[in-house]
C-alpha cells in the first residue's frame, strides 16, 4: 500500500463549502438597493449549474461506453443507472421551479432591473447537455436570427463543436442499433414478416368497423381513414428509400437499419436478452420527456413572473421558451416507435431456433 494514500480531511473543506458558500453576490446589494428575494434567485439558479455539471458527467460516461464497437451487456446495464439518474434529476430540477415561485412576480422586479443583460440563455452548461444528447444546430432555436453560440467565448464555442465532432449520445445510439443482429436472423424476416402481420391486422380492423352497427357509414370511413394502410405512416419503416428521403429533409434522424432494430426490439421485448436495450431507449425517450417538461414549466414561471414582457437577455421571454418545448425534442424517431407497434396477439411468432438465441440458456450435463 502506498504510504499516505489514506489522509484525513474536513467537511468543509472536502466541499469547498467557503468557496461555495461565498459565491452568492447580490447585485442589488452592491447598487446600493438590497432585495431580499435576489438570494433565492442566485441560489436556485447556481443550483441549477450544479446539477447541469452532474447531467454532462453522466451523459459523457454513458457516450463513451458506446464509443466501441461491442457493447458490453454489463456496460449497457450501468449506461440505464445513469441514464435514470439523469431522468430524476431533471424531474427533481421541474420541482425546483416550485421553489423559485415562493417569489412574487413584484419581489423579482425588486431586482430584475439590475440583470440586464444575463440570461439563462447564456447557460452552456444547459446548451452542452442539449448537444451531448444529441439536438442538432439546424433544429436549434435561434438567438435574435443568429447562432446559439453567439454568446459564449471561443474556447465554449470549440467545446460545443468538439461535442458533435465525437458524436453525440443519439448519434452513436444510432450505431449502435445498426450494429444489432436482429434483423439478421437465420431463418427470419423480419420486414416482410412483420409487413404480413400489419396488414392482416389493419384488415381485421377496418372489417369490424365496417360491420359495426352502432356506426353511420360516415363514421365507417372516418375510422378507417384514421387506422390507415401500409401506404400511410407504415410505408417510412417498410421502404429504405421512402425512409430515408425522410430522413434527408430532416424529419427523421435514425437511420433505416437503427429505426428497424429500434422497433424489433420493441416488439419483441418480452424475449430476455431484449430486456436491456428496450429499458435503454426507453430511458432516452423519458429523458427527453423530462427535458420537454422543465422548459413548459421554466415557461410557465416567467409567465407567471413577467408576464409578456421581453426577456433580460433580449429574448422574447415566455414566447421563446414555450416554443423550444415543442421544437427541441431531440428523441421524436423513438417515440413515433409507438404508431408502428402492432398488439401482442398480432405478432409474427419468432422460430425456435431464433427465440432461443434471443434467451438467456444453458446445457446441464450429468
Known amino acids: 500500500m502506498a504510504e499516505g494514500k489514506y489522509t484525513t480531511i474536513h467537511y468543509q473543506k472536502y466541499l469547498k463549502l467557503d468557496e461555495i458558500l461565498g459565491a452568492q453576490t447580490l447585485r442589488s446589494a452592491e447598487l446600493n438597493d438590497p432585495a431580499h428575494e435576489e438570494m433565492l434567485f442566485i441560489i436556485v439558479h447556481q443550483v441549477y449549474e450544479l446539477w ?15 464509443g466501441d464497437n461491442e457493447v458490453v451487456e454489463s456496460s449497457l446495464s450501468t449506461a440505464i443507472g445513469r441514464l435514470r439518474r439523469v431522468e430524476s434529476i431533471l424531474k427533481l430540477m421541474v420541482e425546483q421551479i416550485g421553489i423559485m415561485e415562493t417569489m412574487t412576480p413584484l419581489d423579482f ?14 447557460s452552456f452548461q444547459f446548451r452542452a447537455i442539449e448537444s451531448l444528447l444529441g439536438l442538432p444546430d439546424t433544429q436549434r432555436m435561434t438567438y435574435h436570427g443568429k447562432s446559439y453560440d453567439i454568446v459564449f467565448p471561443d474556447e465554449q464555442k470549440a467545446e460545443l463543436k468538439a461535442i458533435y465532432e465525437k458524436g453525440t449520445l443519439l448519434e452513436i445510439v444510432n450505431a449502435w442499433l445498426e450494429r444489432t443482429p436482429f434483423l439478421n436472423l437465420d431463418g427470419f424476416d423480419f420486414v416482410s414478416t412483420y409487413q404480413e402481420a400489419v396488414e392482416s391486422m389493419l384488415t381485421k380492423e377496418k372489417a369490424a368497423i ?78 427527453d420527456n423530462q427535458m420537454t417538461n422543465w422548459r413548459s414549466r ?33 428523441y421524436r424517431d423513438f417515440h413515433s416507435i409507438s404508431t408502428l407497434l402492432i398488439p401482442r396477439s398480432d405478432l409474427p411468432k419468432l422460430p425456435k431456433g431464433i427465440r432461443e438465441q434471443l434467451n438467456f440458456h444453458f446445457n446441464v450435463t450429468s
Open 210 to 287: 365496417s360491420q359495426s352497427d352502432y356506426l353511420s357509414e360516415k363514421n365507417k370511413e372516418m375510422r378507417i381513414k384514421m387506422i390507415g394502410d401500409t401506404d400511410t405512416y407504415f410505408k417510412s419503416i417498410l421502404e429504405k428509400d421512402t425512409h430515408n428521403r425522410l430522413v434527408e429533409e430532416g424529419k427523421k434522424r435514425l437511420s433505416y437499419e437503427a429505426t428497424l432494430a429500434a422497433l424489433f426490439i420493441n416488439l419483441y421485448r418480452d424475449e430476455p436478452i431484449l430486456h436491456l436495450p428496450f429499458q435503454f431507449m426507453t430511458c432516452l425517450i423519458d429523458i
Open 109 to 122: 422586479l425588486d431586482f430584475r432591473n439590475y440583470l440586464f443583460p444575463a440570461s439563462g440563455f447564456q
Open 298 to 330: 421554466h415557461a410557465q414561471m416567467v409567465l407567471r413572473m413577467i408576464g409578456n414582457k421581453v426577456g433580460t437577455g433580449g429574448s422574447s421571454g415566455h414566447e421563446y421558451l414555450a416554443e423550444t418545448a415543442s421544437k427541441h425534442q431531440i
Open 52 to 66: 447541469f455539471k452532474q447531467i454532462k458527467h453522466e451523459l459523457n460516461s454513458v457516450i463513451d461506453f458506446f
